[in-house]
């Protein structure tokens, strides 16, 4: 079983455990025999798998009811690795959503910490520096660095501790939040996890 | 006298309690003849004003030992204006500074709330919506426009409200943000009241 993670640049595959990636015009789907259970927000990638029967689409497997219509792939995928806890994923965004004894709480999407640095730099050329990623963010800044990144990062964080829940950091800044949490598990094949986990419970 | 807030687009004058405000283009400094006192981050108009002895820069009469040398002159002045509370100037970006009898202890800086909209709208089509003020920032989300609004606005909000001091708000965006918090000031004037403070602190 091949479980394949496909978004509008990369094909991301997980196979007995291990992970490989793909640019997706680099990939070609009649490579894999095996079945393929897969996610995907790529339209064109969507039509050329279309034709090859070992594709299976896991968007077909989801209960609905349980999220709401047009709640990322990616996210639900998450959400569904998870019986009791919030689920932080970092990205280009960055979406925070509560599961409570398997069932769907709702959730937030926060910028992305690189999408939040670019915006503040367009706002003002004295804007335009770096995330201090050591600051205290229990402290009021008195620099630049630290005043953007206080102000982006301690709201947040706050309110994601707040939440109260077992904590579950996933994406390529997984890493960097977790400096600024007490307790998270760091899991970057949550998204696979969920994927399996929804397999499971069809089966 | 006469109050002059200079921006890069804008003069804003405060002549007895009357605001107007000018594009900078269009205003000619040698029209006013009385005294005029101000702060500016325009450095061409500050070129087009040293030849008139009647423009007195503000920022020399800053207590620069109170706050940082790049902190933003409007922050500085709407701190001025303020003994004790919160003040939060929600403009192209939202700053929030803490004043404690009189001491500054730093704040943050976080993206407005038009930059934040635009940021999630070039990060996918998918986010490409209006944020959603009737909400309620106390729920997690369950639809795309209010996980946008609560991942924005939630985090900020509560972070500002447990700050626990009385709270100022000025700028743009001021009146979208009192809908959020359970008491505040709103004051336009603000930063003309800090320019007015600190005039009379020195004479």
């Given at each position: ?11 991301d595959?997980?196979?007995?455990g ?6 997706v ?13 897969y ?6 990638f ?22 709401y219509?047009t ?27 509560v ?17 939040a ?10 804007l ?5 990623f050591?600051?205290d ?12 990144t206080?102000g982006f ?6 309110k ?5 829940k077992?904590l ?16 998270a598990v ?7 996890k969920?994927?399996?986990?929804l397999?499971?419970k069809?089966?």
């Amino acid at each position: 079983m091949i479980l394949c993670d496909i978004g509008n640049t990369s094909v991301d595959l997980f196979i007995e455990g291990q992970r490989s990636k793909f640019r997706v015009d680099d990939f070609d789907p009649a490579t894999l025999r095996d079945d393929v259970y897969y996610v995907s927000v790529n339209a064109s990638f969507d039509d050329r798998i279309s034709q090859y029967p070992n594709w299976h689409d896991l968007r077909e497997r989801i209960d609905w009811g349980k999220y709401y219509s047009t709640m990322g792939i990616d996210r639900i995928m998450v959400c569904e690795a998870v019986e009791e806890g919030v689920i932080v994923d970092a990205g280009s965004a960055i979406t925070v959503d509560v599961m409570d004894n398997g069932s769907y709480k709702g959730g937030f999407i926060s910028l992305g910490l690189q999408s939040a640095q670019n915006t503040y730099a367009r706002l003002s050329p004295a804007l335009a520096m770096s995330f201090n990623f050591e600051v205290d963010l229990a402290k009021m800044a008195k620099n630049t660095p630290d005043a953007i990144t206080v102000g982006f990062l301690a709201p947040l964080i706050e309110k994601i501790e707040r939440l109260g829940k077992p904590l579950y950091l996933t994406g390529g800044d997984a890493r960097t939040l977790e400096r600024f949490v007490s307790d998270a598990v760091v899991d970057h094949d949550l998204i696979f996890k969920g994927m399996k986990k929804l397999l499971e419970k069809g089966s």
